[in-house]
């Protein structure tokens, strides 16, 4: 890692963590009992993408309920933005102001528009024409500008999907939870979502958790955790992919021939110079 890169990575482990849960327990049912979750702690710092894996029934949606403070945890702790949720209040009001919500069915209702939809949560928070204002500014935010005054019946299932995506952002929340928001989408239309997600993730630096069974879908995180019956079983981090790009011409034949300072054809035709860049580079990665 160059000393570039090298710092910029410990700024960003310094980071805040936006989402801090320790052993996390939920335990459905009275006679037969589930363990939804058993035991999760998870660390998410301010402004990441992170993607979460795993089997139908493994306990992503739960664990999104319990950082999203829909439900509460048999035991355990949940920090989200600096406040345990075991401590906070008005839960209604805590959501509305820091947590934005996409599932796989958009939810949107059915009878009003697009704009009135993102509207929808801002209620009680601002006044009708700064609501007015930011909707629409929102809706142009995800592509949608000509769209605003269509009902849900009258977009395609994508166009529903952003619609979903700037009413989760309504309020700025600190933090949106999407739960599989590509799983009703076909597969173009789900990585269109994506990158809308990554964009508004780059550009309002917006923390993302995106629970996906799509592994086209978590590649493009920057990290990717797995669970399994209950518990974080795997962690990913996923490399840009010019450095993934590096690590794999490191890997070649020619990569090791420059590692290892072997005279071969192609690289005596190189200046020195740029052969040692190339060398350092990928001694990097
Ligand atoms: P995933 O989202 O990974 O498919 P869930 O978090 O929805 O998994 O579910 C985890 C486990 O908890 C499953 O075995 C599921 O049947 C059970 N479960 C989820 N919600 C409830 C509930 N409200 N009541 C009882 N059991 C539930
Ligand atoms: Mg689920």
């Known amino acids: 890692m160059s000393d570039r890169r090298g710092r910029e990575w410990e700024e960003m482990v310094a980071d805040r963590a936006i989402v801090e849960t320790e052993n996390l327990v939920k335990i459905y049912g009275d006679g037969t009992k589930v363990r939804a979750l058993d035991g999760v702690s998870v660390r998410v710092s301010e402004g990441e993408f992170l993607s979460v894996m795993g089997p139908s029934g493994s306990g992503k949606s739960t664990l999104l309920n319990m950082i999203g403070a829909l439900d ?152 990717i955790l797995v669970m399994r019956d209950g518990k974080m079983v795997e962690e990913h981090r996923v490399g840009t992919p010019f450095e993934e790009d590096l690590a794999e011409f490191r890997r070649s034949g020619l990569g090791e021939a420059i590692l290892e300072r072997r005279e071969i054809d192609f690289l005596e035709s190189m200046a020195r110079e740029k052969r040692e860049a190339l060398r350092s580079l990928l001694e990097q990665v």
């Open 72 to 223: 509460r945890p048999t035991s355990g702790r949940a920090l989200v933005n600096g406040q345990d949720l075991a401590s906070v209040k008005d839960l209604d009001r805590f959501r509305a102001r820091t947590v934005g919500f996409v599932f796989q069915l958009h939810n949107l209702i059915p009878t009003l528009n697009a704009r009135e939809n993102v509207e929808v949560p801002m209620v009680g928070q601002l006044g009708r024409g700064e609501r007015h204002d930011r909707a629409e500014h929102l809706l142009e935010l995800v592509g949608l500008e000509d769209r605003m005054d269509h009902l849900p019946n009258q977009l395609s299932g994508g166009q529903r999907q952003r619609v979903a995506v700037a009413r989760a952002l309504a309020n700025e929340p600190a933090l949106v939870l999407a739960d599989e928001p590509t799983g009703d989408l076909d597969s173009e239309t789900g990585a269109e979502i994506i990158e809308l997600m990554q964009h508004l993730n780059e550009d309002l630096s917006t923390t993302f958790i995106v629970v996906t069974h799509d592994p086209a879908v978590a590649r493009q995180a920057s990290r």
